[in-house]
């Protein structure tokens, strides 16, 4: 059996790609997978200018509302912005908006979401709630929402987030928390897309 999984990003950094390009490998472990990682384009400030961008980000295919109603599993990622997902990635969302009014033809499909924060506040940013914004497009639209299993070590954590821990027990904790990941510096790696 043969399904369609599409990895859906928006970002202008490496970090979130390789993320996602990760995630896309995973996913191609699965047998019977037909993985294709897709960026959403910049509806809102345009393209124009490459060099906001990492190298090699404007080279991968682009997202369309079709692509994701041929998906059966859709991993869409965004950076986390005020603790919301980037409004790229919500305007794509607006597009997929009469999906709902057609008879829900999302209904069933698979949902998950990733993301990553960073900046001055060194990545508390609000990714769970970026994360469930995510979520609540899936639930809204009759998706199947697919979140990650949690770690042993949050089981047994005192507080279940990276918040209050020494920062030694913060950098061990964001590589293992939920699905996203923190940038701890502003340097900026290029990256390279696979399809």
Same mark, same amino acid.
């Given at each position: 059996?043969?399904?369609?999984?599409?990895?859906?990003?928006?970002?202008?950094?490496?970090?979130?790609?390789?993320?996602?390009?990760?995630?896309?490998?995973?996913?191609?472990?699965?047998? !019977?997978a037909d993985v294709r990682v897709l960026r959403v384009r910049d509806t809102i400030r345009g393209e124009d200018d490459a060099s906001a961008y990492d190298r !090699?980000?404007? %080279?991968?295919?682009?997202?369309?509302?079709?692509?994701?109603?041929?998906?059966?599993?859709?991993?869409? !990622?965004?950076?986390?912005?005020?603790?919301?997902?980037?409004?790229?990635?919500?305007?794509?969302?607006?597009?997929?908006?009469?999906?709902?009014?057609?008879?829900?033809?999302?209904?069933?499909?698979?949902?998950?979401?990733?993301?990553?924060?960073?900046?001055?506040?060194?990545?508390?940013?609000?990714?769970?709630?970026?994360?469930?914004?995510?979520?609540?497009?899936?639930?809204?639209?009759?998706?199947?929402?697919?979140?990650?299993?949690?770690?042993?070590?949050?089981?047994?954590?005192?507080?279940?987030?990276?918040?209050?821990?020494?920062?030694?027990?913060?950098?061990?904790?964001?590589?293992?928390?939920?699905?996203?990941?923190?940038?701890?510096?502003?340097?900026? %790696?290029?990256?390279?897309?696979?399809?």
């Amino acid at each position: 059996m043969v399904f369609r999984v599409s990895v859906v990003f928006f970002s202008k950094s490496a970090r979130l790609v390789t993320l996602a390009n990760v995630i896309a490998e995973g996913a191609r472990a699965v047998e !019977g997978a037909d993985v294709r990682v897709l960026r959403v384009r910049d509806t809102i400030r345009g393209e124009d200018d490459a060099s906001a961008y990492d190298r !090699g980000i404007l %080279d991968c295919a682009v997202a369309t509302p079709e692509d994701i109603l041929e998906s059966d599993c859709i991993i869409f !990622g965004s950076p986390t912005r005020h603790g919301r997902m980037a409004p790229e990635m919500s305007a794509f969302f607006d597009r997929l908006a009469a999906f709902h009014s057609n008879g829900c033809a999302l209904k069933g499909k698979i949902g998950s979401s990733f993301t990553e924060v960073g900046g001055a506040g060194q990545g508390y940013g609000g990714h769970e709630i970026c994360l469930m914004t995510f979520h609540s497009f899936f639930l809204q639209h009759g998706m199947i929402a697919v979140g990650v299993p949690p770690l042993p070590m949050l089981e047994t954590a005192p507080n279940a987030t990276v918040f209050g821990k020494t920062q030694s027990e913060a950098k061990r904790t964001r590589r293992q928390f939920q699905a996203s990941t923190h940038a701890s510096s502003s340097r900026r %790696d290029s990256c390279t897309l696979e399809d």
